[in-house]
């Protein structure tokens, strides 16, 4: 019992490890876009490619990676993503030209991609319950804490060495730890025990996968070249791509065999629901970290160390919500995350006011300020939206789930980066006075839309969860009604003054069945 435990902390830690490098990458780099930029004139489109295709490419990844990581096991793709992720970021930090540093970012999403389903999986299979919420937990905080270093690590280092070759550290910064967390996965992770998990003969949907990545690639073109025939064409091929791959996945489904996109997370609101507020929240933290750090280094001509000073609290505060995050949705279920939402859609809106009403240093220590109660509402949505969504997983197919969930994150994200820095990079002379301000306000209002699609989908959700608790109470209720029926005269003061002891042990049997 006390070696199974400390395995399953060791793979815990392992997992959170790798999390962490893949996260503090991207937190990183969103800083050393300007400087990279410079060192290779980069135009715009190449800027744009270079922020989404890292989120591109993950969320392309992540599906196909996570269905074959219910099938023939976690460990031996964990190794081969983490692998991917750190020899691509050694020919990012050798690269001479925008196209090889593009290539290198979309190699690290697709290695990250292939990683963190199995991360997910792993601890969906190890834990269970509240021991369940506590791991996604110390995952979010993991984010948070790689959110908190990453810009400050790279502000530093762009602030103290030679921007065009800083940005090159960066990259290769990843190299060591990766050559420390693969021979530590070999020795820690579990071996797959050669049984398919799933129902149905094992299969790998590769049809589809290609096909829900040419809508994921479709969908992003329109934002980074706008409007035009260039864009209109994008549509239409993403549009007959969705239908195509929805088409394809009843074909095969019917053939026997296992398609990416299960019929179950189809049919299940509560998944679909906590879906869709994971895809708005994650596109507005990406497109404000890549709005807020174009607009003090581009448009106010900030430091990278002091722009990196301005978004540190922010990742503080989530990092800092994540930690206990786990009795939040144990206490207030969905409830916490729909109040959540609402606090960090006030605080967008108190950021812009701030920096249309304010200049320079004072704008800054206010966005700085409320940043960190942003991230506290942050941090109060990502893990326990997480737990309660992925809860909805049928057995044997926790990767794919987590696939597709993480898919919508790093959809969101990859459209978003791109569209806040097409706000600052294709605006006439957004890099200073008001058009830089104006840049900034859409980039709050495109935030704020999202973050009104998440309240919608996380009311409807919590709705749900009131109908089935009302509904179960209901049962209760009367199971005891008919109880007391047959008792004697005497027992039926008792077994009413039982009534809410009962309806308090459905409640937590229900919380129970959400956690696992």
């Known amino acids: 019992m006390g070696h199974g435990i400390h395995a399953k902390r060791s793979a815990l830690w392992l997992c959170l490890g790798a999390g962490f490098i893949t996260l503090l990458d991207q937190s990183m780099f969103v800083l050393a876009v300007p400087a990279m930029s410079a060192a290779?004139?980069?135009?715009?489109?190449?800027?744009?490619?270079?922020?989404?295709?890292?989120?591109?490419?993950?969320?392309?990844?992540?599906?196909?990676?996570?269905?074959?990581?219910?099938?023939?096991?976690r460990r031996t793709l964990f190794i081969t993503g983490i692998a991917v992720f750190g020899a691509s970021s050694l020919l990012g930090g050798l690269a001479t030209d925008p196209s090889m540093v593009i290539i290198a970012r979309l190699l690290q999403g697709l290695g990250a991609g292939t990683l963190n389903p199995q991360v997910l999986g792993l601890l969906q299979d190890i834990y269970t319950g509240h021991e369940r919420a506590k791991a996604l937990g110390a995952y979010a905080a993991a984010g948070g804490s790689a959110a908190v270093c990453g810009p400050l690590i790279g502000g530093l280092v762009l602030s103290l060495g030679d921007p065009s070759i800083a940005w090159r550290i960066l990259f290769l910064a990843n190299v060591p730890l990766v050559l420390i967390l693969v021979p530590l996965a070999f020795r820690l992770l579990p071996r797959p025990n050669g049984e398919h998990r799933g129902n149905g003969r094992p299969s790998i949907d590769v049809?589809?996968?290609?096909?829900?990545?040419?809508?994921?690639?479709?969908?992003?073109?329109?934002?980074?070249?706008?409007?035009?025939?260039?864009a209109v064409t994008s549509l239409a091929v993403g549009a007959g791509a969705l239908?195509?791959?929805?088409?394809?996945?009843?074909?095969?489904?019917?053939?026997g065999r296992t398609p990416l996109l299960s019929a179950s997370l189809v049919k299940?609101?509560?998944?679909?629901?906590?879906?869709?507020?994971?895809?708005?929240?994650?596109?507005?933290?990406a497109g404000m970290a890549a709005v807020t750090a174009f607009y003090f280094l581009s448009g106010t001509g900030m430091a990278p160390l002091a722009a990196a000073a301005i978004l540190a609290p922010q990742a503080a505060g989530m990092l800092l919500a994540s930690s206990f995050s786990w009795r939040f949705v144990a206490r207030y279920g969905r409830a916490g995350i729909v109040y959540a939402l609402a606090g960090s859609l006030?605080?967008?809106?108190?950021?812009?006011?701030?920096?249309?009403?304010?200049d320079g240093g004072t704008a800054a220590l206010a966005v700085a300020a409320v940043g960190l109660l942003q991230g506290v509402a942050t941090g109060l949505v990502?893990?326990?939206?997480?737990?309660?969504t992925l809860a909805h997983a049928p057995a044997g197919a926790a990767g794919v789930a987590a696939g597709f969930y993480q898919l919508s994150q790093r959809f969101a994200a990859a459209l978003c980066s791109a569209a806040a820095a097409g706000m600052f990079l294709q605006a006439h002379g957004a890099a200073t006075g008001q058009a830089s301000?104006?840049?900034?306000?859409?980039?709050?209002?495109?935030?704020?839309?999202?973050?009104?699609?998440?309240?919608?989908?996380?009311?409807?959700?919590?709705?749900?969860?009131?109908?089935?608790?009302?509904?179960?109470?209901?049962?209760?209720?009367?199971?005891?009604?008919?109880?007391?029926?047959?008792?004697?005269?005497p027992k039926a003061a008792g077994a009413l003054e039982q009534s809410p002891t009962?309806?308090?042990?459905?409640?937590?049997?229900?919380?129970?069945?959400?956690?696992a």
């Open 382 to 388: 990502v893990a326990p939206n997480q737990t309660l």
């Open 346 to 358: 006030a605080c967008l809106i108190a950021k812009d006011l701030f920096v249309q009403g304010l």
């Open 502 to 515: 009962a309806a308090r042990t459905q409640r937590s049997e229900a919380t129970e069945s959400v956690d």
């Open 243 to 255: 239908l195509a791959f929805a088409g394809w996945e009843i074909l095969y489904h019917r053939r």
């Open 40 to 73: 290779l004139h980069a135009d715009s489109g190449s800027v744009q490619w270079i922020l989404a295709s890292y989120s591109l490419a993950f969320g392309v990844a992540l599906v196909p990676a996570g269905r074959l990581g219910d099938i023939v096991g």
């Open 268 to 285: 299940s609101r509560g998944y679909a629901l906590g879906t869709v507020v994971a895809l708005c929240q994650f596109g507005v933290g």
């Open 437 to 489: 301000k104006e840049a900034f306000h859409q980039g709050i209002v495109m935030c704020c839309v999202l973050l009104g699609v998440a309240l919608v989908a996380g009311g409807l959700d919590w709705l749900r969860e009131a109908r089935h608790q009302r509904n179960a109470t209901a049962a209760v209720v009367t199971s005891g009604k008919e109880g007391a029926t047959t008792a004697a005269e």
């Open 207 to 230: 049809p589809g996968a290609l096909l829900l990545g040419g809508v994921v690639i479709a969908s992003l073109i329109p934002t980074i070249y706008g409007a035009g025939i260039i």
